[in-house]
């Protein structure tokens, strides 16, 4: 079983501490409850672009060099992400360098020089031209998909930002979003591996026990509604159509969310599921196909993705439906439904030898007040059952929560087509499904 504590600073940073004395390395992250949602209007992206100014230095290491050789000494390899709802700093440490590394994450967060601004503006720009096409037209689906999903809220918005707002980025921007954002009781660190807890928690300390506490803002929750299924296409030069069926799903401690789990490993997880035996193997559609869980503290959606040739839009599309429909009319056969446990569970002990999956597992876990240890997991996996899965996707593929997403060249006819599939969908799910 794996051991693990936490301790509470009197400033309110929690600190995790995970002990795996059998491995060689070790794990440092501090996570910080504030992302993309967070960012005030027409300053999106400022949660992800602060990330960003926290590698340009600091007042003990004053540039980004020094910083990284400070971290390099140690057996480090710093890095970040920001996503909708929290920004990570996290980098794998020596065993026998873990206070300094702690000091070191303490010197990135808490005194950022927050300089070469126009650099890093140049730098973002680049990473956000990515999402965008020649003519600057929004193309990445993630991002136009979650803005149909989320319309005019900042769930919907690219992380990123966007060109206009990157451009306009000030340093008081960023430093009152560190200010409103970047304090202890809005914070957790944690550290595993081959790690001293009592060290731990004396580095902690000393880096972290003057941090002064704040009050971050509330977040603004999504309250829209939907009550028809809605596509979205995208016109683009391009050899494929990427699509997205992407549903409405559950927030983040929804206590069906494990079921869904499984339910998209048996529609896309690997070379046995549903849809990769039916579009690749069988049709030869799709090159892959995936399926893709998004949990907010109030939202969640859930998503199946794949690029296809125009051509075989139409195609792909109908036997996706169909899929569907089958999981909403047949068991789940034991056999199979026990294919896929097996395989959640080996998962799990794979897990449980890895700093960085530990690290996530009850660092972020510990964020959203959701902390599982691999056992509790477990105990859920093996809880679920084929009538909690069709009930699951019962609520789940409602006409009700479907947006259809296509992005690149879906001629007019194409386009009447999907929609005539998405409005027969609709119509069988409220007619023709068994039960209803």
Not at 153 to 181: M, N, Y
Not at 260 to 272: A, M, T, Y
Not at 333 to 361: H, I, N, T
Request: charge should be negative; charged fraction near 25%.
């Amino acid at each position: 079983m794996i051991q693990w504590d936490k301790t509470l600073l009197e400033n309110g940073l929690r600190v995790i501490t995970v002990a795996m004395p059998h491995l060689h390395s070790a794990e440092v992250a501090l996570y910080l409850k504030v992302g993309g949602r967070n960012d005030p209007p027409g300053k999106e992206g400022l949660s992800h672009f602060l990330e960003h100014m926290l590698f340009r230095g600091s007042r003990d290491y004053p540039t980004g060099l020094a910083l990284e050789k400070a971290f390099e000494a140690i057996g480090g390899a710093v890095n970040a992400a920001t996503d909708a709802e929290s920004t990570c700093v996290y980098s794998r440490i020596h065993p026998d360098h873990v206070a300094q590394g702690v000091a070191l994450f303490a010197a990135m967060l808490r005194h950022p020089l927050l300089t070469d601004l126009e650099t890093e503006q140049r730098i973002v720009i680049e990473e956000a031209l990515d999402d965008l096409n020649e003519k600057g037209e929004e193309v990445e689906i993630d991002t136009v998909t979650s803005r149909l999903l989320w319309p005019e809220h900042p769930l919907g918005f690219p992380t990123v930002g966007t060109l206009e707002s990157i451009a306009s980025f000030t340093v008081d921007d960023l430093q009152e979003h560190l200010d409103r954002h970047y304090c202890p009781n809005n914070a957790v660190l944690v550290a595993v591996g081959k790690i001293d807890p009592p060290q731990l928690l004396r580095a902690a300390q000393e880096a972290f026990g003057s941090w002064e506490p704040g009050t971050p803002p509330a977040i603004v929750p999504f309250q829209g509604s939907q009550t028809l299924p809605r596509t979205l296409f995208v016109p683009d030069e391009d050899s494929q159509v990427d699509l997205q069926l992407a549903f409405r799903g559950f927030p983040i401690r929804d206590k069906r969310l494990m079921a869904l789990r499984l339910l998209r490993r048996l529609l896309s997880g690997g070379g046995s599921s549903r849809l990769h035996l039916k579009l690749r193997e069988e049709m030869g559609v799709v090159y892959s196909v995936d399926a893709v869980i998004a949990a907010y503290t109030e939202a969640g959606s859930f998503s199946l993705d794949f690029s296809t040739a125009p051509d075989n839009l139409v195609t792909a599309v109908s036997a996706t439906l169909d899929e569907v429909r089958r999981i909403l009319t047949e068991p789940v056969a034991p056999d199979e439904l026990d294919r896929v446990r097996r395989w959640y569970l080996y998962e799990l002990e794979f897990g449980s030898d890895s700093c960085y999956d530990m690290q996530v597992r009850f660092g972020w876990g510990e964020m959203v007040g959701l902390v599982w240890t691999p056992e509790t997991e477990q105990r859920e996996v093996l809880a679920v059952e084929s009538g909690m899965i069709r009930e699951v996707a019962r609520t789940l593929f409602a006409p009700e929560n479907l947006n259809l997403v296509a992005v690149g060249p879906v001629s007019p006819e194409l386009k009447e087509q999907v929609e005539e599939l998405v409005e027969e969908y609709e119509r069988w799910f409220r007619t023709e499904l068994p039960g209803r």
